[in-house]
């Protein structure tokens, strides 16, 4: 029997792990399997002990993204280690991918599944089941004594092609929550990769420009099969970039058109801004409600270096935000500040002064903030420029799960040694700000007081750009338990 964990994720919001269906469908009807999600099953290692001693467990799978996942999946992989030595423990997911040498000289990980798993997977356990070798099988890192060994990388797969994800072995309705978007809010994703290469992005340095979507047609079949099975009213894609295709994204909406299901998505300001005032208006008869852009930088030589394809200006941040107020769409504007650079501060003003004009052209727009953390990812300008400026990843797991570390994950204090405490402090007190001004609609929770007080706090300060020491206003976001937007781990 293989045993199938999703270490925990988040605190507060609990979404369809969708990476571990992913790989038990490659597995169903073939391998008994069973999915501990330590989201909900607690404690994992309790769980984990009776599961062992139930069942004829040879196999431990885990999927590991960096940060929370991270932290948990490594004391858990030495507890199996050190109690059950005889279990195969493979891991896989963004963290192991890209992270291959330090994991697999951990001790006590045997096997890395990089980039999908569908096909890496079950060919693994096929071959130790049978005693054969495993060097023919795509996309597998293992060790050959003590030499690591990268298996060539497999093709992306196909997701029109893959096997229906195996809902019935979790628990569905618990993993249905509240959202800005609506009372029922699901997950999905509808696209594999990104053909874009962001030096600062993991799935660039894992896909290489590679990408392939669904069919729309039997993307909008599986939304309505959700709202039909589990009641859901709406749904986030966890899609790197969702709007690839235009033909595809309008005709999904054509589908959805009148089903009362809202959505969000992510994508690129210099994909949407050529897409027609028809696509737009089908997306959102269709149900778009927020669409997150990786905006990144107010400057045009940092998205150069960021790699940003050559394609996008800011101005064209500008011009989407105009332009979807006519469609009552909502732009969610990522920047990336902190960035490697000899003008820090001159960048981190700048890039506030932009969020600014902005937020005069759309006042409903999102801003998300975060703080450049370096990703592996050998052939992007700005990974050489972090390596050049003196960053340098662990070397070992338990350094990767030190209290350090565990910031540099979260996006929050990465603590790159070229950014100092007041560039953060800037950051933080900018962020406090603009917040409080503009309280988030993604934070249903907010009571409309709340929001009077936030915009009260914020709004003086605001208007007079008086960001530095905005106490008042994080005591009253704490007490709130106020959510700026993405905090949730979307």
Sequence with gaps: MILLINPQSAKRVFRLPLSILSVASSIEGKYDYQILDENFDRPLEKLISQTIEKDDIRYIGFTVMPGPQLNRAV???????????GIKIIWGGYFPSQHVKTVLNSEYVDYIVRNQGEECFPRLIDA?????????????SWKNGNVIVDNPQGAILNPNTLPPLPYHKINVPRYITRSYLGMRTSVSHSSVGCPFLCGFCSVAGLYKGGWIGRDPDALADELLRQKKEWGID???FFDNN???GEKRSARFGERMSGKNISWWAEGRPDTLMHYSDETLRLLS???CKMIFLGV????????????????????MALELCERMKKFNIIPELSFILGNPSETVDEDIERDIQFIRKAKKINPRAEIVLHIYSPVFFDDAQMYQESLHRGFHFPQTLDDWVSPHWAQFNSLRNPRTPWLKPSHRRRIYNFEATIDAAFPTVTDFRLRPWHRRVLRALGGMRYRFSAYNAPYEIKVAK???HYLAPQKEGL
Excluded at 75 to 85: A, G, L, M
Excluded at 128 to 140: A, G, K, N, W, Y
């Design 75 to 85: 004391p858990t992989s030495k507890f199996i280690r050190n109690r059950y030595p």
């Design 128 to 140: 130790l089941e049978h005693r054969q070798p495993v060097d023919t099988i795509p996309s597998l």
């Design 234 to 236: 709406s749904l986030d």
């Design 242 to 244: 969702f709007f690839v």
């Design 285 to 287: 008869e269709g149900g």
């Design 296 to 315: 990144e930088s107010s400057s045009l030589e940092i998205l150069h270096t960021m790699d940003k394809g050559g394609t996008q200006t800011p101005e």
């Design 478 to 480: 704490k007490a709130m």
